[in-house]
Every structure is written in C-alpha cells, then in structure tokens.
C-alpha cells in the first residue's frame, strides 16, 4: 500500500481558463521519463506487468545485494541527469519533473539510507505470490502464454528467496513474524491455487504442464525452506528495532507526501483530530443509547458480524447501494458498468490489513479485472482472535470499508487511470492523495446523506475515522518517541474502541509502515482543498464538479494538485 502523481494549463476545469501558450513538452525531459520508467519496469517487473507491460511479464524481480547496488547507482544517475534538466522545464513537465525527483529520492532513502532489504524480510516473501498472482488473475493474453511466463517466474523464486537468506540480517520481531505468516500462507497457495490454474491453462499440453510442475516443485520448496528459515534461524534472532527517528519520518513525508510541516506541528494536527472525533462519537453514542457506554453501543453493533464463510459474500451485498448513491446523488462520474470481483485476501498478501483494492494498471488495454478483497482470519488462530477479526465486517463498517475501497474510493479514483495526464501521472501515486481521498470518502459520503441518517452508519464512519486517526499517532510515536506496539494497542483499544486482536494488528503494522498516517493527512488537506476550490469557483462550484476534477488529477501530492485546481496556488496544504 505507497507512492503518486498536474498544472492548471493541461486541464479543464481550473477556476481560470487555460491561456493559448501552453508550454509545449520537452523532448529531453520526455526521453528522460521514458529511461526512468523503463529502468523502474527492469527492477520491479511484477509492478511492470500490474502497470500493463507486458515485456516483462517472465522476469521476477532480482534482489540480490549487486543488484540493490546497482539499482542504487542507477537512481543516483537518473537524479543528477533529471537535475540538469529541470532548470530548462516549464509548465507540465516542471510538475513531472518534481514528481520524479521526490520519487528517486524516496527510493534512496529506502535503499541507501534505511537499508530496509537488510532488515525487512516481508519484501521477499510477498514477491513470489504476487507475480504469479498478476498473471493468473487477469486476463491480458492467452491462458497458455501467461503459464509460460508463470514457469519463468517460478525459476526464479529460490534465488529470490536465497538473497533473502544472505541480505537480511537483524530485524525487529515484528517484521518477522509477519513474514512467516506471509510465506506459510503461500505455501498453500503455489499448492493448491496456482497448480490448478496452471493445470486448466495448459489445457492438453502436456510438455507444457510438465515443466510448469517441475518450476512449481522447485519453487514451493524454496518456499517453504524460507518459512522454516524464517521461523527456526531468523526470528530468534530477530532484535533490531523498528523506529526510523525524527528526521528520516520528516524526510519520508517530505519526499513520499511532499509535506514539509515540522513534526511537532504534523502531531498536534493529529492528536486535535482525534479528540475531536472520539468526542463526536461519545456524543453520538449517547444518542443512540444515552444509559450505556459507547463501548456497550459499539458491541451492540459489531454483534452481527459475517462468519468466515460468509464474508465475501457480506461484502458483494454493499457494492450496488454505495455505487448508486453516486450516481442519484451527483458525488462523482462513475465512468464504468464493471464492478470489482470481490474476493478473500491471497495469503501472500496478508500483512496485516483487513481490506484492499487491486485495480489494472493505466497501461493495461486488455485486462479489465479489478479485484477487491477482504482478509478473512488466519486459521492459525484461536477462536477468540477470530471471532474478534470478524467483528469488524459489522454491516455498518462493511458499507463503509466498501466507500473507501470501491465507490468511490479506491476502485472509481483508478478507474479515471486511464484520463490520467501524463504518463509519469499514470505510474506514481502517493499514500496522502490515494488513502487520502478514500478516507475522505467516507465521511464526505455521509455528510451528503449516505444511509439514509441512519446513526448506526454515522457511528461507524467516526470509528473508522477514530483508526485512522489512531494510526496517525501511533506511527509518529512508534518511530520518534519510543512507543512500543502494545503502546499503540493500548490507544486503538481505548481511543477506536478496537478489540484487541484488531488493535494489536493495527498497532503493529506502524512498525513497517510508519507514515501510515497519510488516511487522515489527506482526509484533511482534501477537505481544505474543497474549501478552497469552492472559494475560487464561486457561483460555479458544485460538489460533483471538484470531485471529477480531483480523481482526473492522478494520486498525485495534494500540493501538485493544488496547483493545478487552483491554478499555481502555493499556499498551505493544510
């Protein structure tokens, strides 16, 4: 779930008119945008093949310590190269160019910097599932073509795996554990989904299923070697400590978000978020029931909750009500008739989430496939973490979790991918515009009467925002003030109401993801921005109109974007 991508004078819309000399694209920088993604679709060819390109669909990503290094000295060149450009560049192609820049620099942070392929095994374990799983499940050539490319990829899962074993060296526990969880799910995966697919899709080739099966057995090995490893070898030896510090949490809100607020002022905007909405859910919950406790309100709710079995099935039920409020209402064009398939979270993916959306790439022309899915418990766990797991699909949260993965959060923004301007715009997004508008989502959605001022949605649109405002404190004092995760457990229970296998696994996931703060970051820039808009707009505001001009902008920073709705605005983002 990290990083996204305008100017007034390439769209329609701007509360000024565009002027007749727009700056015509530079050549030089063009060129230089397509080397940098190409070199991005060499490193990473299972995000290369999700984007719609195809030439790579039988690589697997290399993460081999030379080819970090090689991958470190690549961005530095592309950085210097994009440096003696920039200076030259006007209108669109200046916002690109900033784009890029901030992008490579956050990579260096990542690689050079933190080093977090020393560290962070999930990166490995999630790689191998993923790119099998990019060409099974959608549809962009033959069955048998993607088999080909499948075996391919199944190679080289146990080199994959191997530089695992060679580059990580002391992580914290947390990461750890996650990674065992990651990789003894795919286990199962490789055995069970991907051989079936792969015995329907060789059909009566033989030769062909004989080698898929060979690449299989090989790679469910190296698998499962990893699991063990990670479970027998690594984690007893897991004590590096996860908090990054001030200064590198700056620089990834700086280089990810393009925020550049001090961090004493980013906490103080979250903690006044929070209480305000943990305040507006007490008073709406005394509402609702003014004798009982706003835990006895939540429990009264999270009571009706899907089974296991049911889940998938719960959250199909909330696609067609939410998609039709839209439209009926006039939040926001949906531009398509295909829904996303809903669908259990693939085990390799299972990192700690409870939701999510994979949408095809902006360069796919084939594939229509979108997929939404929902992460059921682990069977590992006891009865009661499960039960408690469930909870949080209560019919209420569930219609929100489907505003903010599907309409119109997630799914309907990256329909629009294909609008998208440019093609830097198409490929990086970042968490504050993507999460951002999401999360805003859901509340802007009831504040304009979704569900029909039933209190009980109301209530669950506040504890949704109470997580994320949670997970906004929680990531800041996890990395600069010492917070351990059951600190953070401690505040999603008594702050969100969670109950504690939820909190724990929310809490936890701020360890890797320490800027998970950009839900509410960019709820709250979004909303300013709106102000801010209708400000301009005058008398020819309307909601419907700022929502299609915002997701035709791309995931970009909300400052880029504020720039073009608001034709070169550089003031506050918040």
């Known amino acids: 779930m990290r990083v996204i991508t ?14 007749d000399e727009t700056p015509q694209p530079s050549d030089d920088f063009s060129a230089f945008a397509d080397a940098y993604f190409t070199a991005a679709n060499e490193w990473s060819p299972s995000q290369a093949t999700a984007n719609g390109f195809h030439s790579y669909d ?18 530095k060149d592309q950085f210097a190269k994009l440096e003696s450009l920039r200076t030259a560049l006007m209108g669109s192609d200046q916002i690109d160019a900033e784009l890029i820049a901030h992008t490579i620099r956050a990579e260096l942070l990542d690689l050079e910097t933190e080093q977090n392929w020393k560290k962070n095994p999930m990166m490995y374990v999630y790689l191998p599932g993923n790119a099998i799983d990019g060409l099974m499940k959608r549809k962009f050539a033959p069955p048998a073509e993607r088999l080909r490319s499948a075996v391919l990829r199944l190679k080289g899962v146990p080199a994959l795996l191997a530089a695992m074993k060679t580059n990580v060296e002391n992580p914290p526990r947390e990461f750890t554990e996650l990674a065992i969880r990651m990789s003894s799910g795919s286990v199962g995966f490789f055995r069970g989904a991907i051989a079936a697919w792969a015995k329907e899709s060789a059909g009566a080739d033989t030769g062909l299923l004989a080698e898929f099966e060979s690449a299989n057995t090989a790679a469910i090995q190296a698998v499962d070697e990893a699991a063990q490893w990670l479970k027998r070898n690594l984690l007893p030896r897991s004590k590096g400590k996860y908090a990054i510090g001030a200064e590198l949490f700056s620089k990834h809100l700086l280089y990810e978000e393009m925020v550049d607020l001090p961090l004493v002022r980013v906490l103080a905007i979250g903690e006044a978020n929070l209480e305000k909405d943990y305040q507006a859910l007490v008073a709406l919950a005394k509402e609702i029931d003014a004798k009982a406790t706003p835990e006895a309100v939540i429990a009264t709710i999270t009571k009706e909750h899907p089974t296991e079995a049911s889940l998938v099935a719960e959250t199909k039920r909330t696609i067609e009500e939410a998609r039709q409020f839209l439209i009926d209402k006039k939040i926001v064009t949906v531009p398509s008739e295909v829904r996303p398939t809903i669908m259990e979270t693939p085990p390799y993916a299972r990192s700690g989430g409870f939701a999510s959306m994979d949408t095809p790439g902006a360069f796919e022309t084939k594939a229509t496939e979108a997929f939404y899915y929902v992460a059921p418990p682990e069977k590992s766990w006891p009865a009661k973490t499960r039960e408690e797991h469930l909870k949080l699909f209560n019919p209420p949260v569930l219609k929100m979790i489907t505003v903010h993965e599907a309409y119109p959060g997630h799914y309907l923004q990256f329909l629009y991918a294909k609008q998208f301007p440019t093609k830097t715009r198409k490929l990086i997004f970042c968490g504050s515009n993507a999460e951002g508008w999401a999360h805003y989502a859901e509340q802007m959605m009831v504040e304009e009467g979704f569900g029909a001022g039933d209190p009980k949605i109301r209530l669950a649109q506040l504890k949704e925002a109470l997580i994320r405002d949670c997970r906004y404190i929680t990531g800041i004092k996890l990395h600069t003030q010492g917070w351990t995760v059951e600190d953070g457990t401690k505040l999603f229970m008594q702050k969100a109401f969670e109950e504690r296998a939820v909190a724990f696994e929310e809490a936890r996931r701020g360890t890797y993801n320490p800027t998970y703060l950009y839900y509410t970051l960019g709820k709250l820039m979004i909303y300013k921005l709106r102000a801010d808009y209708q400000k301009a707009q005058g008398s020819n505001y309307s909601l419907e109109k700022f929502h299609n001009e915002f997701v035709r902008q791309g995931g970009i920073p909300l400052k880029l974007v504020r720039k073009i709705l608001l034709n070169g605005d550089a003031g506050p983002v918040l």
């Open 6 to 19: 305008l100017l007034c004078l390439a769209l329609a819309g701007c509360a000024n008119a565009p002027r």
């Open 58 to 75: 039988g690589r697997l990503e290399d993460r081999s310590a030379a080819a970090i290094q090689a991958r470190i000295l690549k961005l």
